[in-house]
């Protein structure tokens, strides 16, 4: 008996030690799959797992239509490269002189800097193909080390809904994977017309539903790759931040999260549809389309009549079919009210407490409106802050631990460029390299530097952000953050001119603008 039991042991301490020892993106079985990676080309000792399938690919019967779990694949899923999206607005990047966070998702590397003089080259995989076929996400992970089962950070992009992509260098997961032993997953989602047709096909927000999916897939995957699943917390800017809260009210029954992160964005404030809310005009775009498609006009009573025919066309057709003429034509295309994914009366959920009750972490950057000639603390740009103002004190009304920020690092190598000299104040998405610590791939390519306070205060953007992921009810007040009182200084103000320090404001000096928006209804 004692021989069986320490042979059993023996066997236990084995497997474990061979398993600590696997090398960086060894061969790992899921749910939909035996996945290979690989170890990160930044990062040698974190191991990189890159466009893991976690639905069937949208296409064909598919297309315009919610997603399916991926099937059980009886081979090897290679997972060593990254799956770029596909869409249609590269118009819209035009308004995103800063091009780094917002590179190319959609077209050719050549149509993009043919349409944007201002983009550089791509910034994340130039070889990868981008299709249609991209409901996939990546995962970067070190379970030789740390925690056993350790927090998971998943990201999701922004970019209005309508451009964007997990692969962008920026959102490279390795850095935060090794320093902070966390777990991190981003995903892709379908964009534009894609993503967001206006139109019930039954479902308007797919998009939405994609990232519900993947997050599906990640509760039941994550431990195999050293994750645990109890503690997943996303996170996401822009629209992916107004993604992130949607995600609080629309799965209050199963929230499978521990956390939530929305940066620059909330339910009442990411990028809305020009239509939002408008029956006929939605009705109108999706004619529109399927007239330039070749397919016939639809109505209200028939929106789904057409749709063969429409699913019959190239991605390459589609594409070319919804390419704007400028930023708002683009901008039908995004989530509209369905009530089921995005609700019309989100304010008055949100009064009412309708929403996930797990902690918060929400702010902003201090100046987004850089490229439209905002200035920080400028009555102007303090309407910017209303979101998170609001976000963080009906979370706290509730009940629930919340935490609010304002990042204010400004720093030389984060310069918009010559069209925006003198702009003050950290602009729409600066954040984000420093978070991800990914301004050290931008400056090799650029021959910037990053000062030595750019460098600390990354380091603490990684600390705090793994700190909540570990322990969202009180991993920020271990490290002296108060808990967010609009009556106190309690929203962290993160760094400034060449400055890695971290303050706390008073709301009061921050958000004289907060209770006449809310008021008039514009949160």
Known sequence: MFVTLFLSALCVSTTDALATRAPPGAQIGTSTGS???????????????????????????????????????????????????VSSSTQLLQTFPRIDVFSSCAESASRLNKNNPNAPQNTGAAENEQREDCLTLNIWTKPQTGEAKKAVLIWIHGGAFLVGSSANQPYNGALLAEENDVVVASLNYRLSALGFPGVGLPDKNLGLLDMRLAIEWL???????????????????????GAVDYYSYAYTKDPILAGLIPMSGTAGAAPGASNVGNTASAVNNWSTLSVKLGCGRVTAADVGKTLGCMRSKSTEEVMQATLPKDSREARIWQPDYDGKTLFADTAARRARGDFIQ?????????????????????????????????????????????????YSGQFPDQNLGPAFAGVQGAWH?????????????????TGEKSTANELVLAAKLREVWSAFAKDPVHGLDKLGWPQYDNTKPTVAVLGGNDNADITFESPVTLDSQCALMEALGSI
């Open 35 to 85: 996945v290979q990676g690989k170890a990160s080309s930044w990062k040698s000792g974190v191991s990189e797992y890159l466009g893991i399938p976690y639905a069937q690919p949208p296409v064909g019967e598919l297309r315009w239509a919610a997603p399916k779990p991926a099937k059980l694949f009886n081979g090897l899923i290679n997972a060593t490269t990254f799956v770029r999206i």
């Open 219 to 241: 509760r039941d995957n994550v431990e195999k790759f050293g994750g645990d699943a109890k503690r997943m917390t996303l996170f996401g800017q822009s629209a992916g931040g």
């Open 358 to 406: 797990v902690p918060v972490l929400v702010g902003n950057v201090d100046n987004e409106l850089a490229t439209q000639g905002g200035v920080p603390g400028s009555e102007d740009n303090k309407v910017q802050n209303c979101p998170s103002d609001v976000t963080a004190n009906y979370r706290r009304k509730a009940g629930v631990p919340v935490w609010r920020y304002l």
């Open 429 to 445: 998405g600066a954040e984000l390299a420093e978070l991800f610590g990914t301004t050290e791939l931008k400056n090799r390519r």
